[in-house]
């Protein structure tokens, strides 16, 4: 039996480029802004047979496609925590006068020894509001869990060097990372419903969230080809939002 190679064009959790921009084709937004933390600017590593595009590359180029003259700015810088997103991103991307925009935040915290819940909550609601009351529609993302990859056999032809599953650290923070990983992507949600947003779920079920080769070398940040699989679900999240609204 010939074993299929997955790339770009044969990977089933890829959604191709004319497909997310069919998806998209009456969106009407100009200016997107993304602010947030390493997984808004795009953190990854490279994958043989994928193209070494972001999420929000990926979204960017879907949303070019169907409107002249859309533009994008990514504001996104690795390590901030919630508090540090709004002080140092929000003010610039109300100025770049977005129409859409992507608020991605909380990773970080949850990281931390300590993770406040309500400080998050509140941080996250500061900016979602700020956007919305511009008249923007915001985007916000549900982080996926990464203690369950490795539970299902890998897909990828390139996995990370990973034995079993990608470990945040010690295997005795399995548990807690993956229950506040929960809980910010449902306060996280929350937000979104109080304040009108599309927010994008990354489910923890999903064959391929459970697969060790979508992950980067750091076993943290996702790879090309984890990128590529959260792009196919942003796409499809705004495009339910657009013809829900």
């Known amino acids: 039996m010939t074993e299929t190679i997955l790339s770009e064009w044969t990977d089933p959790s890829v959604l191709p480029a004319a497909d997310a921009a069919a998806l998209l084709a ?18 990854r590593e490279p994958v043989p047979g994928y193209r070494d595009l972001s999420w929000t590359d ?11 003259g859309f533009t994008a700015l990514n504001l996104g810088r690795r390590g901030l925590v919630a508090a540090e997103v709004a002080a140092g991103q929000l003010r610039p991307a109300l100025e770049f006068g977005p129409d859409l925009a992507f608020v991605v935040a909380g990773g970080n915290d949850m ?21 919305r009351a511009a008249g923007a529609d915001v ?5 996926l869990d990464i203690t369950a990859a490795g539970l299902s056999p890998s897909s990828s032809p390139h996995p ?31 937000v979104a419903a109080e304040h009108g947003a599309c927010h994008v779920d990354n ?6 969230a459970a697969d060790p080769g979508i992950y980067s070398g750091d076993q943290l940040h996702l790879n090309a080809r984890g990128h590529a699989f959260a792009a196919a679900n942003t796409v499809r999240a705004l495009a339910a939002h657009l013809a829900s609204a």
Not at 26 to 43: F, H, K, L, Y
Not at 139 to 143: A, N, Y
């Open 160 to 190: 990370p060097p990973i034995k079993g599953r990608a470990p945040l650290g010690a295997a005795r923070y399995h548990e807690v990372m993956s229950a506040r990983t929960r809980r910010l992507a449902a306060l996280t949600a929350e």
């Open 111 to 131: 990281l931390r020894p300590h993770f406040d819940e309500d400080e998050v909550r509140r941080e996250l609601a500061s900016m979602v509001s700020a956007f």
């Open 139 to 143: 985007v916000t993302i549900g982080l």
């Open 58 to 68: 990926r979204v960017e180029e879907a949303l070019r496609a169907a409107t002249p």
């Open 26 to 43: 009456d969106a009407s937004w100009t200016r997107m802004v993304t602010i947030g933390d390493s997984v808004a600017e795009g953190v």
């Open 203 to 208: 489910p923890r079920g999903h064959p391929v």
